[in-house]
């Protein structure tokens, strides 16, 4: 167990529809990573934050969004859902802000667009 | 921008028999460099990491080899057992914020034969 928790595990849901995805990093991180992971490929990094503000940011669509709450637990935010949309959504955090720390990754939220 | 290549996409080696796994990077200022293993259906977890001020670290049956000057590093797996069989991704996490992407390799998926 990496300490990071994610919800929900899964989640099936249709087209055009808006989800909301949730990780709470371990005690001490500061910063959250989401990436996305389709059936068969990489991780690609959609976004970081640090302490509550954005500080990296990587092939995030403009229809997905995030926040990190002053408790320091995050939100992803998938909007007019597609079919491609449907992959494995997985959340991180570490100790720093940069790179140089290592990355604890949660259980993953596997979403399904029908 | 930021590139990190993995190779070979796929690997089958003889269980006893050793692997091996490389990276390269583009961006000169990186000097930590994680390997992640995910199992099937599990989410990816650290195995070992190297910074640029050593040239090889090791981990029982596991090792990282770092060549800044040729900008790769490798992942060296010995006596490979079926427990290995896995995914297994490097980075090249940015130093700063302005470098900002999370670069993972596209991931090798090892196969232990028995």
């Known amino acids: 167990d990496s300490g990071v928790t994610q919800t929900p595990k899964h989640l099936i849901t249709a087209t055009g529809q808006r989800v909301t995805l949730r990780c709470s990093p371990r005690s001490g991180d500061l910063s959250v990573y989401w990436y996305q992971q389709s059936l068969d490929q990489g991780l690609q990094f959609l976004i970081q934050?640090?302490?509550?503000?954005?500080?990296a940011k990587g092939n995030i669509l403009e229809r997905f969004s995030a926040q990190q709450f002053p408790d320091l637990h995050s939100e992803l935010n998938l909007s007019s859902l597609e079919l491609g949309d449907s992959a494995l959504y997985f959340c991180?955090?570490?100790?720093?802000?940069?790179?140089?720390?290592?990355?604890?990754f949660g259980p993953g939220t596997r979403l399904t667009v029908t | 921008g930021e590139n990190v290549e993995q190779h070979p996409s796929t690997l089958s080696v003889q269980e006893g028999d050793s692997a091996v796994i490389k990276c390269t990077y583009s961006d000169s200022a990186s000097n930590y460099f994680p390997w992640y293993k995910q199992e099937l259906g599990k989410r990816p977890q650290l195995i070992i990491d190297?910074?640029?001020?050593?040239g090889e670290k090791k981990d029982q049956r596991i090792a990282v080899t770092l060549n800044k000057t040729a900008k790769h590093f490798s992942l060296h797996i010995t006596e490979t057992q079926p427990e290995d069989s896995a995914v297994y991704f490097c980075?090249?996490?940015?130093?700063?914020?302005?470098?900002?992407?999370?670069?993972f390799g596209s991931g090798t998926r090892l196969s232990i034969r028995p």
């Open positions: 980075a090249a996490p940015p130093l700063n914020s302005s470098a900002s992407k999370i670069i």
């Open positions: 934050y640090y302490n509550g503000e954005e500080r």
């Open positions: 190297i910074r640029s001020n050593v």
């Open positions: 991180a955090s570490s100790e720093g802000a940069v790179g140089g720390y290592e990355q604890y």
